[in-house]
Nanobody
Framework: QVQLVESGGGLVQAGGSLRLSCAAA????????VSWFRQAPGKEREFVAA????????SYADSVKGRFTISRENAKNTVALQMNSLRPEDAAVYYC?????????????????WGQGTQVTVSS
């Protein structure tokens, strides 16, 4: 089992920045790839960014490429999502997810463990 807890959400003006954090407890965190997903009201949960077990490989949704950066510190069992130049359409509940399979999949079913989410609100 891996327990994931997100933090860092909040209210920010369009153009501003937020840094989300995902803290893990349980099994060896470095054994899992980690991704961020988000879900806005009335919409499906969508992939945002992913990072490999070592942190050397990352992947981003086209909608956030160049604005968001995912990183991890395995020694601290944390993954961060730095979000810059935020837009109203970035508003959602953001979830981190951990998985043990291959690659950096973008589909939710590829991930075994999920956090409870943290709300991000962007005012225009």
């Amino acid at each position: 089992q891996v327990q994931l807890v997100e933090s860092g959400g909040g209210l920010v003006q369009a153009g501003g920045s937020l840094r989300l954090s995902c803290a893990a407890a349980g099994r060896t965190f470095a054994n899992y790839k980690v991704s961020w997903f988000r879900q806005a009201p009335g919409k499906e949960r969508e992939f945002v960014a992913a990072i490999s077990r070592s942190g050397t490989t990352t992947s981003y949704a086209d909608s956030v490429k160049g604005r968001f950066t995912i990183s991890r510190e395995n020694a601290k069992n944390t993954v961060a999502l730095q979000m810059n130049s935020l837009r109203p359409e970035d508003a959602a509940v953001y979830y981190c997810a951990a998985g043990s399979g291959l690659g950096l999949p973008t589909r939710t079913h590829a991930y075994d463990y999920w956090g409870q989410g943290t709300q991000v609100t962007v005012s225009s």
